[in-house]
Nanobody
Framework: QVQLVESGGGLVQAGGSLRLSCAASGRTSSILRMGWFRQTPGKEREFVAAHWTGGITQYAQSVTGRFTVSRDNAKTTMYLQMNSLEPEDTAVYYC????????????WGQGTQVTVSS
């Protein structure tokens, strides 16, 4: 099992920055890929960014150039640096992890609220 805990959310003005963290515990050596997702009320949860253990990263088009995903050397903490935030980025942000290349994400955090004021 893997446990994920997000932190770093909050309220920020448009144009500002926030850095989210996702701390993984448990069988972290089994994690192949970690990702960030976000969700607003009444909408489907959407992909934001992902980080493969080998260092490959992937971003949603809406955040490319503004957000950066990274992991620490121990591969137990994932970060999401969010710059040039827009009100449309307001959402609950979730961290997720999986052990295999295919299939769905298996483990999810509880989420952290990000609110961007205009």
């Amino acid at each position: 099992q893997v446990q994920l805990v997000e932190s770093g959310g909050g309220l920020v003005q448009a144009g500002g920055s926030l850095r989210l963290s996702c701390a993984a515990s448990g069988r972290t050596s089994s994690i192949l890929r970690m990702g960030w997702f976000r969700q607003t009320p009444g909408k489907e949860r959407e992909f934001v960014a992902a980080h493969w253990t080998g260092g490959i990263t992937q971003y949603a088009q809406s955040v490319t150039g503004r957000f950066t995903v990274s992991r620490d050397n121990a591969k137990t903490t994932m970060y999401l640096q969010m710059n040039s935030l827009e009100p449309e980025d307001t959402a609950v942000y979730y961290c997720a992890a999986k052990r295999y290349a295919g299939g769905e994400y298996e483990y999810w955090g509880q989420g952290t609220q990000v609110t961007v004021s205009s």
